[in-house]
């Protein structure tokens, strides 16, 4: 508590009603949603290895621009003080960077395919108006597509369990190589790189009839070309996942939400030929990507037995490889 009367001095919301626990996104940086007698509002301390000044300033800098211009997402609240839109404090027992939003109200993801086509305009929203956005402060680095340290953490995982998971992992890093060959082919080195979002996935939108009424957590905001998120987005949107026994998953993607989803973003600009026959690689990219750092670090994926979700993740990236000329017909008509 008293962490908490340090860091709400800093701001001028009025009276405090309440105070909850807010259990949505990362358990590393914590947030508590905050009744006050001038709103409701949304306080995160950013978790470590994510609290570089440099970089939230990055972050804050894209996201003040966006307000600016009435793209959809909470505003950020400055120090009673300074007007800063990050509050950094230091002390014997707590400290960090600690940030205060507005609470926007709003549903998760149905899965329907208006919602589904929403969410490929508004990427499409974002990356228009951030096309030339520049900002010398720090940006996070690094992609899932054509990484070393991907490769690599499927090697270093094939060595700690069985000949028949080392068998698994080689697979994946071949499919994972042959796939950034294929997106290096179609020109990807020479592609325009502008601010991105880098985290583009139905648990960083809110929602209310199928429309997206804010876009939340521009902590991984980076400068890379806009097929990444396009991409990852498309693959988050249209992936399919079903119950705890993660071997029954179905290989294939939902292909009416992946074609929503790229039309809604061809809505307000449209994708090159060559991004979009990309597409279907760089999701396989992703997906591999997304598992095996923290089956690296911990041997399981959230609830899943690592070795378990690793072979999930071969199933989807072969059915991926095998459809990709479908995929790209589907978008290309």
Known sequence: MDELAV???????????SIKEFPRGSRKAPKLLIDAEKGAFL??????????????????????????????????????ATENSMLELSSASF???????????????????????DAGRVLALYHKLLADFQTNFTSSSGSYHNSSAVANALTT???????????LCQRLRDS?????????????????????HADWHPG???FRENRIVAVIDYDS????????????????FSIIGTDDNIASW?????????????????????????????????????????????????GKFARFDGGDFLAMVRRKITWLSEHSEDLIKLVSE
């Open 250 to 298: 179905c290989e294939y993607a939902d292909e009416s939400r992946f074609k929503r989803f790229v039309r809604g973003y061809d809505q307000v600009q449209l994708l090159s030929e060559a991004e979009l026959h990309s597409m279907p690689h760089l999701m396989c990219e992703a997906l591999i990507a997304e598992a095996v750092f923290p089956i690296m670090a911990t």
């Open 7 to 17: 860091v709400m001095s800093h701001y001028d919301i009025g009276t405090i009603r």
């Open 95 to 117: 400290g960090g960077i600690y940030e205060l939003f507005e609470y926007i109200p709003g549903q998760n993801y149905t899965g329907s395919l208006d919602a589904t086509d």
């Open 221 to 236: 905001a980076r400068i890379l070309p806009r097929v990444i998120d396009a991409a990852n987005g498309a693959l988050q």
């Open 204 to 206: 960083n939108m809110l």
């Open 43 to 80: 306080l995160k301390r950013r978790a470590k290895g994510r609290d570089d000044s440099s970089k939230v300033a990055f972050a804050h800098a894209i996201q003040l621009r966006l307000i600016e211009l009435q793209f959809p997402l909470p505003h950020l609240i400055g120090t009673r």
């Open 157 to 167: 995982i094939g060595k700690t369990g069985s000949p028949q998971l080392a068998e």
């Open 176 to 196: 994972y190589e042959f796939c950034a060959e294929v997106v290096e082919a179609h020109g990807y080195s020479h592609w325009p790189r502008q601010v991105i």
